[in-house]
């Protein structure tokens, strides 16, 4: 079964400046099959990046996905203040199934 | 426009079966590629993956609570159920179904709302 790792745990940065997110797999993942998703407090995670980085519906081009084999990283260029969140990778494998990050959080410095 | 919503118990004992529902819209469970799955998020804890039923009826479990889980369709009510045996306090999570269109994006692409179950005697 597949392992992902996210680093930083929790990342603090002040808005306007860039996050960067690391999700790293224990074995290679299919590019075709590393998603990324923004949750806030109370809500349902929303998809953001999916084919490790073609954007969702409606997602604003500040938010990027990057990465192949068993690293890959969501950029957010220029940090708004409804960015601060949570973030998780996840891996859609053979059988099929899922597994999920551990999440990073970014939150306000 | 695509929706789902949970819905079940709020509390339940331990050793008791837990059945949710998720009913949906907006698309149809016969319709090829399309999946749905369930998530749950125990308190201030991560996403962890449980069970995915798919167009084709075949179904799929996380490996580490295979033998509690049960996934069903009723296509026709456009519902799909989850049980989960032998419910224990760690289980206390909010559970989320969600689609999945294999033919599109290949991750969940809704979700819904969440429902918040409590094991406690």
């Known amino acids: 079964e597949i392992v992902l790792t996210q680093s930083p745990g929790t990342l603090s940065l002040s808005p306007g400046e860039r996050a960067t997110l690391s999700c790293r797999a224990s074995?290679?993942?299919?590019?075709?099959?590393l998603a990324w998703y923004q949750q806030k407090p109370g809500q349902a995670p929303r998809l953001l990046i999916y084919?490790?980085?073609s954007r969702a519906t409606g997602i604003p081009d500040r938010f990027s996905g990057s990465g192949s084999g068993t690293d890959f990283t969501l950029t957010i260029s220029r940090l708004e203040p409804e960015d601060f969140a949570v973030y998780y990778c996840?891996?859609?494998?053979?059988?099929?199934?899922?597994?999920f990050g551990p999440g990073t959080k970014v939150d306000i410095k | 426009q695509v929706t789902l919503r949970e819905s079940g118990p709020a509390l339940v004992k331990p050793t008791q079966t837990l059945t949710l529902t998720c009913t949906f819209s907006?698309?149809?469970?016969?319709?090829?590629?399309?999946?749905v799955s369930w998530i749950r998020q125990p308190p201030g804890k991560a996403l962890e993956w449980l069970a995915l039923?798919?167009?084709?009826?075949?179904?799929y479990y996380s490996t580490s609570l295979k033998t509690r889980l049960t996934i069903s369709k009723d296509t026709s009510k456009n519902q799909v159920v989850l049980t989960m045996t032998n419910m224990d306090p760690v289980d206390t999570a909010t559970y989320y179904c969600?689609?999945?269109?294999?033919?599109?994006?290949?991750?969940?692409?809704?979700w819904g709302q969440g429902t918040l179950v409590t094991v406690s005697s």
């Open positions: 996840q891996q859609y494998g053979s059988s099929p199934s899922f597994t």
């Open positions: 074995q290679s993942v299919s590019s075709s099959y």
């Open positions: 907006g698309f149809s469970l016969s319709t090829s590629g399309m999946c």
């Open positions: 039923i798919d167009w084709d009826d075949d179904k």
């Open positions: 084919g490790a980085s």
């Open positions: 969600a689609r999945i269109n294999k033919m599109a994006v290949a991750a969940i692409d809704y």
